[in-house]
C-alpha cells in the first residue's frame, strides 16, 4: 500500500515560533510538493522539489522554505509562524516525467498558530 | 499560467440520483491533463479520475464520467447512482509538464441525502 505520511495531523504553535512540518513518502518518487489549503481558495502550491537537494518556488512561498536531504523526506519550514499561515497543509508525490500519473497525498497537517 | 473555475460551492444530492459537478480550466499548453480528486472528510485526497486532453474520449471509472469539452474548456464530473460514500470535496485539477505540478479549482462540497 503506497504512502505519504505526514509528521502531524494536528499542530498549535505560538507566533514566532520556527515551525517543521516533515513529509514521507515510500513510493522511490522524485517530485514531491506542498499545498496549503483554505476554504474557499482550493489547495495553492508553496514549494515543489524533483530531486534531492533541489526546490522551486510555487505559486505562494513567501515565508516558508523546504528541505529535501534525502529522496524519500520532504519538509516545510515556517522560519518566524505567523497567525495568517493557520491553515492546511497537504503533502504530496509523484513519478517525475509524467504528468498524467496519479499524485499520492498525505493526510494533512492541521496548523494553528496562536 | 493555468487556471482553473469551479462555480459551485456546494451541491447536494439523493442517493440513488446522478450530480453533474462543473469545471473549467484555462490553459496555453496543448499538451495536458485534466483529473478529479475527491477529499472526504478523512482528508486523504483520492484520485477519481483523470482525462487526456489529447484523447477526445470521455474517461469513464464505474460510476463516475466525465464529459471533456476542449474547444470550450470544460471538464464536468457526473455521478451516477450517487452513494453515502460519494459525500466529500471534490476538486478538478490541471497538470502539465514534467514536474506534474497540480493546479486546483476551489472545489464543489457534495452532500449526499437519504
Known amino acids: 500500500d503506497v504512502k505519504v505520511t505526514q509528521s502531524s495531523r494536528y499542530l498549535v504553535k505560538r507566533t514566532g515560533e520556527k515551525v517543521f512540518l516533515e513529509c514521507v513518502q515510500d513510493m522511490d518518487h522524485e517530485n514531491m510538493f506542498w499545498y496549503r489549503q483554505d476554504p474557499g481558495l482550493g489547495l495553492r502550491l508553496i514549494y515543489f522539489s524533483y530531486d534531492v537537494k533541489m526546490k522551486e518556488k510555487g505559486d505562494i512561498p513567501e515565508g516558508y522554505s523546504v528541505s529535501r536531504e534525502k529522496k524519500e523526506r520532504f519538509s516545510l519550514i515556517l522560519e518566524s509562524a505567523s497567525t495568517n499561515q493557520t491553515s492546511m497543509y497537504l503533502c504530496?508525490?509523484?513519478?517525475?516525467?509524467?504528468?498524467?500519473?496519479?499524485?499520492?497525498f498525505g493526510q494533512g497537517t492541521r496548523l494553528t498558530v496562536v | 499560467a493555468q487556471t482553473v473555475t469551479q462555480s459551485q460551492p456546494e451541491m447536494s444530492v439523493q442517493e440513488a440520483e446522478t450530480v453533474t459537478l462543473s469545471c473549467t480550466y484555462d490553459t496555453s499548453e496543448s499538451d495536458y491533463y485534466l483529473f478529479w480528486y475527491k477529499q472526504p472528510p478523512s482528508r486523504q485526497m483520492i484520485l477519481v479520475i483523470r482525462?487526456?486532453?489529447?484523447?477526445?474520449q470521455n474517461a469513464t471509472e464505474n460510476r463516475f464520467s466525465v464529459n471533456f469539452q476542449k474547444a470550450a474548456k470544460s471538464f464536468s464530473l457526473k455521478i451516477s447512482d450517487s452513494q453515502l460514500g460519494d459525500a466529500a470535496m471534490y476538486f478538478c485539477v490541471t497538470n502539465t509538464g514534467t514536474a506534474s505540478k497540480l493546479t486546483f479549482g476551489t472545489g464543489t462540497r457534495l452532500q449526499v441525502t437519504l
Open positions: 482525462q487526456e486532453a489529447y484523447k477526445q
Open positions: 504530496a508525490s509523484s513519478l517525475w516525467g509524467a504528468p498524467g500519473t496519479e499524485a499520492f
